[in-house]
């Protein structure tokens, strides 16, 4: 019996012994494991892609220790933020790290093109550009606000918030305006150094009822070539400009015949008509200015004129082939100085004129050495600026004609002296009305005792008024004195007046119409002579480069002394070429 006691009381210990030895193992199984660790990474060292986040403190649970987790993204290598825990840290630089916007690409990739500037609003925060295989959250359209337990208590729902839904502004890069051309059909010109030419020529045929300007005269066909050119300096100080135009008319009809009716050859009124009416002309001139500094310059002109006597003037000679050609060379040097709003200018001129001889149809020649003369003359202008654009002037100048022979061919002295006086003003309102106008008083007393002196009121002009940008108004007045070379006559006083309207129809179709009278007073010749002419014109601009030109002219005369009238029609076609 006690042996028995023994055994049990052992055996009782023994299982007490188990059991207290399996206990700790059942509560081990039995904890929950953690579940941001899988199974098979309970006893895992942490390597690169783990990242060890330290839990927050919380206030039910203070003693929570950290977790471990994997890294979404990889830490960035060289240069990057500072390493996590775990991380290994990566040396050096990433490939094509530290290579420009642009230059040569060697990948021959295609660029991208650059993207339109996006401006945020104040207060508004834009999301994120989402990184490549990364799919970003959706982004709720409202968020509720849940009450507490203490509201639920008191019967208070859920509120839905509505989400501001964010709205980029993007603004669009304003595009500059073109710039718009005053004449996009303006010949471009060549360009050469700092000057540029721009050189042009005219092709014309057409009729003329009467190209002798006699009474009755025979009418011709005609041809006209007249090349142009002009040349503008682009300095930014200083200035060397060039205009020279040429012109030779061609007909087809021979005058040797005089007309019915006319009273040529009478030596008193008209001397004849040439065989030949062909003619050339030349108006070249060269101005240049020396800018010494900004209230003073020089100012130089050189011209080149070639011309004749008009058809049906009295200086003809009877039995002409053709009309001699008088050539004029000439200069003028200015100075101008400004004294605040007072500008003082003083000229000087001299000009040159030798005639040809004439050549006769018995064969003869005839000279005109009494003809050539030298013209030497001055002015002085003071002008004073009222205000912008507008600026009054006097003007007064002097000039002496002296010929190479004292005596001409009927015995009288044609050397003059010359002084005129003329006030006017200057405009140039807001481009509108640019130019000048001036009226005054000249007066011409001869050597020659037998020869009358020359006067009377005078007035030139140049004037350009832009009505419209379709629409341009242009007035010319211009009062000169001309030499005569017959017996007993001092001169002409010769003033002309013309009007000129231009308007676009079209950008390319522009339409001209002109009107013009004109006066001659014959002084020591009882003739004074009315002239008028009228035209219109059509330009019908191709290009740049190319136009085309119809115009109709006519011509007419009233004179006091009888068998001078005439009427004169011209009807020209003709091609512009410029560049």
């Known amino acids: 019996m006690p042996r028995l006691c023994h055994a049990l009381a052992a055996a009782a210990s023994g299982a007490v012994l188990g059991v207290a030895a399996l206990a700790p193992a059942c509560a081990q199984t039995a904890q929950r494991p953690n579940p941001a660790l899988a199974d098979d990474d309970l006893f895992r060292l942490p390597d690169a892609t783990t990242v060890f986040t330290p839990r927050k403190l919380d206030k039910q649970d203070l003693r929570a220790p950290g977790r471990f987790r994997r890294a979404t993204k990889p830490a960035p290598q060289g240069g ?36 339109a500037a996006v401006h945020q609003r104040p207060g508004v925060t834009l999301p994120l550009r989402p990184l490549p295989g990364v799919v970003p959250d959706p982004v709720p359209a409202t968020v509720s606000t849940r009450p507490s337990a203490r509201d639920n208590r008191r019967g208070v729902s859920a509120v839905e918030v509505p989400v501001q839904t964010l709205v980029p502004t993007i603004q669009t890069p304003t595009k500059r305006k073109p710039l718009v051309e005053e004449d996009p059909f303006a010949p471009t010109g060549i360009r050469a150094g700092a000057f540029t030419f721009f050189p042009a020529v005219e092709l014309t045929g057409g009729f003329d009822s009467n190209p002798a ?41 021979d005058f040797s015949s005089p007309p019915v009716g006319c009273s040529c050859g009478t030596g008193l009124v008209a001397s004849g008509v040439p065989n030949s009416l062909d003619r050339p002309t030349l108006d070249s001139r060269v101005d240049g200015r020396l800018d010494v500094t900004s209230r003073s310059h020089f100012d130089m002109e050189g011209r080149l004129l070639i011309g004749t006597d008009n058809p ?10 053709r009309l001699p050609i008088v050539t004029t060379v000439g200069t003028t040097l200015g100075y101008t100085q400004a004294f605040n709003r007072f500008e ?17 149809t018995d064969g003869t020649t005839s000279d005109n050495d009494d003809r050539n003369f030298n013209q030497y003359g001055g002015s002085l202008r003071v002008g004073y600026e009222l205000k912008p654009g507008l600026k009054p002037f006097a003007e007064v100048g ?32 807001t481009r509108k009305l640019t130019g000048e106008v001036s009226v005054g008083q000249l007066s011409r007393d001869y050597k020659s005792p037998a020869l009358n002196s020359i006067g009377g009121p005078t007035i030139d002009a140049s004037l350009v008024f832009a009505a419209t940008p379709l629409t341009t108004f242009t007035a010319t007045a ?3 004195v001309n030499e005569v070379i017959l017996p007993g006559v001092s001169g002409d006083l010769a003033q002309d007046f013309a009007l000129q309207i231009d308007h676009s129809l079209r950008r390319w179709l522009i339409a001209t119409a002109q009107i013009g009278y004109g006066t001659d007073d014959y002084v020591g010749l009882d003739r004074f002579d009315h002239r008028y002419f009228a035209s219109f014109q059509l330009l019908y601009k191709l290009s740049r480069d190319v136009q085309l030109k119809a115009q109709i002219r006519r011509d007419w005369i009233a004179s006091s002394v009888p068998g001078i009238d005439y009427t004169a029609d011209q009807f020209l076609l003709g091609v512009r070429l410029q560049r």
């Open 80 to 115: 990057g933020a500072p390493t996590t825990f775990g991380q290994i840290q990566v040396y050096g630089n990433q490939p094509a790290f530290g290579a420009g916007a642009t230059g040569f690409d060697s990948t021959n990739a295609k660029r991208r093109k650059a993207r």
């Open 478 to 480: 211009k009062s000169s």
């Open 213 to 253: 300007h006699v009474p009755g005269g025979k009418d011709s066909f005609l041809f006209i070539v007249a090349p142009e050119l002009k040349v503008r300096s682009d300095w930014e100080r200083h200035a060397l400009n060039a205009d020279i135009k040429g012109n030779y008319l061609a007909y087809s009809q």
């Open 398 to 429: 002097a000039d002496s004609r002296v010929h190479d022979i004292a005596f001409d061919r009927n015995g009288e002295q044609r050397d003059s002296d010359g002084v005129y006086v003329k006030v006017g003003t200057t405009f140039e309102i």
């Open 344 to 360: 003082l200018t003083a000229k000087g001129t001299f000009d040159r004129s030798v005639w040809q001889a004439s050549t006769l």
């Open 312 to 321: 049906g003037s009295p200086n003809i000679q009877a039995g002409l082939v």
